[in-house]
């Protein structure tokens, strides 16, 4: 069984940055995909960042690009996510995943395993 544990979250003014970390156990990343997802209150669970296991694509929501960097270590079975020039509609708990494929998938469906999540605040 996978455990997915984030850290990093906290509260930041807006225009600050904070780097997200995900650690897994349990069994290693193998070669499957990797994915942030966030989600507010009253809202659903949305896509914000994916990444192949070799970390040569990145997709990236619209409302983060340009801003937010997804990067993995594979040795270290560790994904970040680097938040810069943070909103206030970032505000939401920040959850990673472990994808059931290969390929990076915009979905909740395509991830088989789930960390507890890590509220992000963004202050105006």
């Known amino acids: 069984q996978v455990q997915l544990v984030e850290s990093g979250g906290g509260l930041v003014q807006a225009g600050g940055s904070l780097r997200l970390s995900c650690t897994t156990s349990?069994?290693?990343?193998?070669?499957?995909?990797m994915g942030w997802f966030r989600q507010a209150p009253g809202k659903e669970r949305e896509f914000v960042a994916g990444?192949?296991?070799?970390?040569?694509?990145?997709p990236y929501a619209d409302f983060v690009k340009g801003r937010f960097t997804i990067a993995r270590d594979n040795a270290k079975n560790t994904v970040y996510l680097q938040m810069n020039s943070l909103k206030p509609e970032d505000t939401a708990v920040y959850y990673c995943?472990?994808?059931?494929?290969?390929?990076?998938?915009?979905?909740?469906?395509?991830?088989?395993?789930w960390g507890q999540g890590t509220q992000v605040t963004v202050s105006s």
């Open positions: 990444i192949t296991w070799s970390g040569g694509y990145t």
């Open positions: 349990g069994r290693t990343f193998g070669n499957y995909a």
């Open positions: 995943a472990k994808g059931k494929y290969i390929n990076v998938i915009f979905t909740t469906s395509g991830y088989a395993s």
